[in-house]
């Protein structure tokens, strides 16, 4: 079976630290190289080549648009390379899952790059994605500071869209209460199978300490 450049030649399995069996296939490339990938991702197309077609795109983009030199360049690059390039190092947190570049931004480097112009671009900043489950695309994405960054990861708690740290941070500014303080008692709150909130994070005197 062939799947985009891929020629399935082999399959096996190997077990994941839950012990659970997962079927992995060696694949060969038409460019000629073999890779060993999760049976999973070439079947549903997560996976089209060992890495070579992702390259491609890259290199021809590269020398349609001219636009290398633009300081918000790399941004497009990593992001691309995150959702396309199999052998980047963060593919399976990207495209791996099945994260990808809205058509417009993918067909258009030009739009992502006045995007960025009109949305608070600088080289401080890194392109963050509000939903870490959802695409590259306008509406999904902002920038922000690493430490913003960081703490949008898929393991933290999102209310509103936003990360739990964050949600804490401006009732904590709003209220001049410290971030361990509305930690304590939002998971307090949660363990007594209430639903946290601003008005019992800081008004209801059975939480505080």
């Not at 890259?58 to 360049?73: D, E, F, I, Q, V």
């Not at 709003?174 to 007594?192: D, M, Q, V």
């Amino acid at each position: 079976m062939k799947y985009g450049r891929l020629r399935i030649v082999d399959s096996f399995s190997r077990k994941r630290k839950d012990g659970k069996a997962v079927k992995w296939v060696l694949c060969k490339c038409d460019c000629g190289n073999e890779k060993e990938i999760r049976e999973y991702h070439v079947k549903t197309g997560a996976i089209k080549s060992c890495g070579c077609l992702a390259k491609e795109m890259l290199t021809k983009r590269n020398w349609k648009h001219g636009k290398g030199s633009h300081p918000a360049y790399s941004r497009y690059n990593s992001m691309m390379k995150r959702c396309y390039d199999e052998k980047d190092d963060t593919f399976h947190h990207y495209g791996g899952r099945g994260i990808e570049v809205c058509d417009e931004w993918k067909n258009d480097i030009t739009s992502f790059l006045e995007w960025c112009e009109e949305n608070g671009f600088s080289k401080e900043l890194q392109l963050d994605r509000r939903d870490n489950n959802g695409n590259y695309s306008p509406e999904n994405c902002r920038f922000v500071t690493p430490t913003v960054n960081l703490r949008n990861t898929r393991r933290n708690v999102m209310i509103n869209g936003i990360s739990l740290r964050e949600h804490l941070d401006i009732i904590g500014e709003k209220y001049n209460i410290g971030f361990p303080t509305l930690r304590y008692r939002y998971y307090t709150i949660k363990k007594e199978g209430l639903e946290p909130n601003e008005h019992n994070l800081v008004h209801n005197k059975r939480w505080l300490r």
